[in-house]
């Protein structure tokens, strides 16, 4: 495959090395998520210099390479015509969780460029970050104006594991949900009560991290992440293979919020 070629604005350099995307299930146990971190990280150390992530189907996968990553990152994702990686994410979510984490460049790959094109149309407005084509097809003349739909500051882009969702300054979160055995539950009846709407999930000790954390494949709609211990809001975040939101409340150093947002895309608002 050949490297893919930058859309707007111009990429320099291009990519010299690429990473074929590890195989991670949607979303993995925390431990296989790491194990996907760290052989990352193998595979990348010492380079600082752009490479490029293909085959990417998850979300996982993508953030896996982010974190283990030294240098800048191109991302490029498979997905059919209706824009639904192979294991069935919207590439639009896939877009918001990248950039949210500070992939260099984004783009996708598949067999049909007038599919493909179809599909640039759709994530350019909600693109901050350079979005590039696939090498091996011919380049369509694509007129794209990048982050159009963000000018709005109502239009707010966050992500399950697998869907975009979008939120206002002042949305709803509704009732706090408390982690535990019957979470699964909760999150259902709670995204049946307020459809499109947003959940807020609280993790407050050791037990509520990993109840979160293999509660969170039933999450749909856009996440408020919640906690009063800093430590347990990095590893919570750190396992959601999506893009949460801060409400405000709370009493969290401003500082620790900001490191939050700029590694794992966490939205403050």
Known sequence: ????????????????????????????????????????????????????????TSLAAGRAALLAAEGPVWCTYRCDEEGRTPLDVDVLAALIVMEGMGCAAFGLEGEDPEALAGQYRRLAPYATVPLVWPGELPRPALALELGSALTDPDVIPCASGTEARFITPDVDVGEEIRCGPELVE?????????????LKISVLDEDDLWAFAEAQYAIRDALCLWSDVPELLERALRCYQGRAFWDGTGDLDPEFLERMARTYGFILL
């Open 1 to 56: 495959m050949d490297v893919p070629l930058p859309l707007i604005p111009t990429l320099r350099p291009a990519p010299s090395f690429r990473l074929e995307a590890p195989d991670l299930d949607a979303p993995p146990a925390p431990e296989k998520f790491e194990q996907a971190v760290s052989l990352c990280a193998g595979a990348l150390k010492g380079r600082t210099d752009p490479v490029w992530v293909s085959g990417l």
């Open 186 to 198: 909760n999150i259902l009846e709670a995204e049946e009560q307020r459809p499109q709407g947003a």
